[in-house]
């Protein structure tokens, strides 16, 4: 069973920084792709950054270098530091792994539960 331990959301102040973390277990093939994902009420999750297993990273636009996203394979984890926090970035943030099935012939996405981020002074 996949699982997911998502931390470093909080409240933070306007041109803060933090990170979050999520590291999955119960994975029993390979992590294809991990990203983060955000979500505000009444909004649609919208994509934040992600990074394949050879190192590959995209970012959506809205991050604007302020945002970095790196893997550990050998811990099964993926963090998001993000610099210059500003309030249009309060959300809950999403972990998502892109995981190989276990006959090799498709990938499944799975989810974190999620960790709120809120910028407030």
């Known amino acids: 069973q996949v699982q997911f331990v998502e931390s470093g959301g909080g409240l933070v102040q306007p041109g803060g920084s933090l990170r979050l973390s999520c590291v999955v277990s119960?994975?029993?093939?390979?992590?294809?792709?991990m990203s983060w994902y955000r979500q505000v009420p009444g909004s649609e999750r919208e994509f934040v950054a992600g990074?394949?297993?050879?190192?590959?990273?995209r970012y959506a636009d809205f991050t604007k270098g302020r945002f970095l996203i790196f893997r550990d394979d050998a811990k099964k984890s993926v963090s998001l530091q993000v610099h210059s926090l500003e309030p249009e970035d309060t959300a809950v943030y999403y972990c998502?792994?892109?995981?190989?099935?276990?006959?090799?012939?498709?990938?499944?996405?799975?989810w974190g539960q999620g960790t709120q981020v809120t910028v407030s002074s």
């Open positions: 998502e792994a892109t995981i190989k099935s276990t006959d090799g012939g498709s990938y499944k996405d799975y």
């Open positions: 119960g994975v029993s093939t390979s992590i294809y792709l």
């Open positions: 990074v394949t297993d050879i190192g590959v990273t």
